[in-house]
């Protein structure tokens, strides 16, 4: 068990619909990081945030959206689903968002399945 | 280009057997961190191993290690006495800092297979 907790753990939805996933991090993780992985793309980064501050944005559709509440817990906002947005959504907890200490380790929830039907 | 390198897509290994994952990576950062993940069938993404670029000695975190070769950009991951729940794929990753973002990155991955 990883500490990080994604919840649902799986969800069917049509197209056109709007989800929320949720992530609360690691306790004492600042670092919230939002990644999605599909079967032709791998692993691709999301969004990352800091202690509630966007840090970090990468190949996140405008269609998407996340947020980072003051007891860290966060939120990716997925709207307008398209089939292509299938796919195994994570959530990742750090201490802190510095690059090479052992404190930095990037810990993994189980992921949400999401299938757009 | 490439900034994570796993030439291996998909390996059989009899169990038992000590197993060689190979990750060359390409940054000019001179601080940065390398990972080792398995994800099972089942999805989920489990952290194996850490070393940083400034660490003098090899990661080693149970049956697993980390051979850092840091001159030659390489960091493979070894398990030792491989066993049928090894069965995963591996992704190798690097943190490195371009400008003011913290971001890691993937490789393709090696599908592993352990052989009873």
């Known amino acids: 068990d990883s500490g990080v907790t994604q919840t649902p753990k799986h969800l069917i939805t049509a197209t056109g619909q709007r989800v929320t996933l949720r992530c609360s991090p690691r306790?004492?993780?600042?670092?919230v990081y939002w990644y999605q992985q599909s079967l032709d793309q791998g692993l691709q980064f999301l969004i990352q945030?800091?202690?509630?501050?966007?840090?970090a944005k990468g190949n996140i559709l405008e269609r998407f959206s996340a947020q980072q509440f003051p007891d860290l817990h966060s939120e990716l906002n997925l709207s307008s689903l398209e089939l292509g947005d299938s796919a195994l959504y994570f959530c990742?907890?750090?201490?802190?968002?510095?690059?090479?200490?052992?404190?930095?380790?990037?810990?993994f929830g189980e992921g949400s399945w999401l299938t757009v039907v | 280009a490439q900034k994570i390198t796993q030439t291996q897509p998909g390996m059989f290994v009899q169990e038992k057997e000590a197993v060689t994952l190979d990750c060359t990576y390409d940054?000019?950062?001179?601080?940065?961190?390398l990972f080792w993940y398995k994800q099972p069938s089942s999805g989920e993404m489990i952290f194996l191993i850490y070393?940083?670029?400034?660490d003098e000695q090899n990661a080693t975190e149970g049956r697993y290690s980390l051979n850092f070769q840091k001159a030659r950009k390489s960091a493979n991951l070894v398990i030792s006495a491989s066993q049928l729940g090894d069965s995963a794929m591996y992704f190798c990753?690097?943190?490195?800092?371009?400008?003011?973002?913290?971001?890691?990155?993937w490789g393709a991955g090696t599908k592993l297979i352990i052989k009873p």
């Open positions: 990742a907890s750090s201490v802190a968002s510095g690059v090479a200490s052992s404190g930095n380790t990037i810990y």
């Open positions: 306790s004492g993780d600042l670092s």
């Open positions: 945030y800091y202690n509630g501050e966007e840090r």
């Open positions: 940054t000019s950062d001179q601080s940065y961190g």
């Open positions: 070393q940083g670029s400034y």
């Open positions: 990753a690097m943190r490195e800092r371009p400008g003011s973002n913290y971001q890691l990155i």
